[in-house]
């Protein structure tokens, strides 16, 4: 039972990071007039890898986390995980600003 009862804790609060980086990105789209019925759905892809990130490296270490291996993931990998994430939170803004300028040129 306490095994259940910590399980849910560490999901809720995964949960909400997740919650937080899709709502996040999902008001900058907003802002930009992203479809966020095409190409906008990479925000997800990029969430979870976030999410990712923060738990292997910060929540696992807490009270939060259940206690794993110890060690955290190298800062190579940390830093091209986080890249990739940019990146596919930052493609759809890059396309709509694309798209939006050759359809105001008249292409």
Same mark, same amino acid.
């Given at each position: 039972?306490?095994?259940? %009862?910590? =399980? #849910?804790?560490?999901?809720?609060?995964?949960?909400?990071?997740?919650?937080? /980086?899709? @709502?996040?990105?999902?008001?900058?789209?907003?802002?930009?007039?992203?479809?966020?019925?095409?190409?906008?759905?990479?925000?997800?892809?990029?969430?979870?890898? %976030?999410? =990712? #990130?923060?738990?292997?490296?910060?929540?696992?270490?807490?009270?939060?986390? /259940?206690? @794993?291996?110890?060690?955290?993931?190298?800062?190579?990998?940390?830093?091209?995980?986080?890249?990739?994430?940019?990146?596919?939170?930052?493609?759809?803004?890059?396309?709509?600003?694309?798209?939006?300028?050759?359809?105001?040129l008249g292409g």
């Amino acid at each position: 039972m306490k095994k259940a %009862l910590h =399980f #849910l804790r560490y999901s809720v609060v995964l949960f909400i990071i997740g919650t937080f /980086f899709v @709502g996040t990105t999902l008001y900058i789209y907003e802002k930009f007039g992203v479809n966020r019925d095409t190409i906008g759905q990479l925000r997800y892809l990029g969430a979870i890898i %976030l999410v =990712f #990130l923060i738990d292997q490296n910060k929540i696992q270490f807490t009270r939060f986390g /259940f206690q @794993g291996s110890g060690e955290q993931l190298s800062k190579k990998f940390t830093g091209r995980a986080l890249a990739v994430a940019f990146v596919l939170i930052v493609i759809p803004i890059v396309y709509t600003l694309i798209s939006q300028t050759i359809v105001a040129l008249g292409g």
